[in-house]
């Protein structure tokens, strides 16, 4: 009888420490996913600010040059695709990342190509609510470096906690699946030429 409580208290000591072991790590998980969702939500937005500030940083330049359509027209397209562009971070993976970053690399070129049109147009750079939109525009595109570091750093730190042993037994139980990350843009490796010719 004795040596039936002690079998009894020995299963129920490794049932017990199976259970803390599979609910601590699923909660941990949960909060470092969660985490993950809550870095791409600020990464969204400060790309969303950025989108906000373009109609009244084209307004301002249509004012000023007005026969520069073009440039404004692919600007506000840009735009447009930039922000219909959505990730849900449940699902991310590296193809709907790419996609994102594609359409918001089409609407930072959209805007360098604006930026040196303004340029040819002293009276617009002296403007001071140009002038105001345009450091708004700086410290946002700061805050997107900033923001997009931080989501990476959330993406790996999880991604490491998933796929180390035997916590990845868990990950495949309970469907936990690697998250993506951003990643340079192609060529940015290599350095730009620059001629003084």
């Known amino acids: 009888m004795k040596k039936s409580w002690i079998i009894l208290a020995g299963v129920v000591i490794v049932v017990l420490l199976i259970y803390s072991s599979v609910k601590g790590t699923y909660n941990t998980m949960v909060t470092m996913d969660?985490?993950?969702?809550?870095?791409?939500?600020?990464?969204?937005?400060?790309y969303q600010r950025r989108a906000d500030l373009i109609p009244n940083l084209v307004s301002t330049v249509k004012g000023?040059?007005?026969?520069?359509?073009?440039?404004l027209q692919a600007?506000?397209?840009?735009?447009?695709?930039?922000?219909?562009?959505?990730?849900?971070p449940e699902n991310m993976?590296?193809?709907?990342?790419?996609?994102?970053?594609?359409a918001q690399s089409g609407l930072s070129s959209a805007l360098s190509r604006l930026m040196v049109v303004v340029e040819r147009y002293p009276?617009?750079?002296?403007?001071q609510n140009f002038l105001d939109l345009q450091a708004q525009l700086e410290g946002t595109e700061n805050r997107i470096t900033v923001e997009r570091?931080?989501?990476n750093e959330s993406a790996r730190s999880f991604n490491t906690y998933i796929r180390t042993f035997?916590?990845?037994?868990?990950?495949?139980?309970?469907g936990f699946e690697k998250k993506a990350y951003f990643e340079a843009?192609?060529?940015?490796?290599?350095?730009?030429?620059?001629s003084f010719e």
């Open 93 to 102: 993976n590296m193809q709907q990342l790419q996609q994102f970053q594609e």
């Open 75 to 88: 600007v506000i397209e840009a735009r447009a695709k930039a922000t219909s562009v959505n990730v849900n």
């Open 185 to 194: 843009d192609q060529g940015a490796e290599k350095a730009p030429q620059v």
């Open 34 to 46: 969660e985490g993950v969702s809550a870095s791409w939500a600020q990464v969204e937005n400060v």
């Open 123 to 127: 009276d617009l750079k002296a403007n």
């Open 166 to 174: 035997p916590k990845n037994l868990y990950a495949n139980l309970f």
């Open 149 to 151: 570091r931080k989501f």
């Open 64 to 71: 000023y040059a007005a026969h520069e359509q073009e440039t």
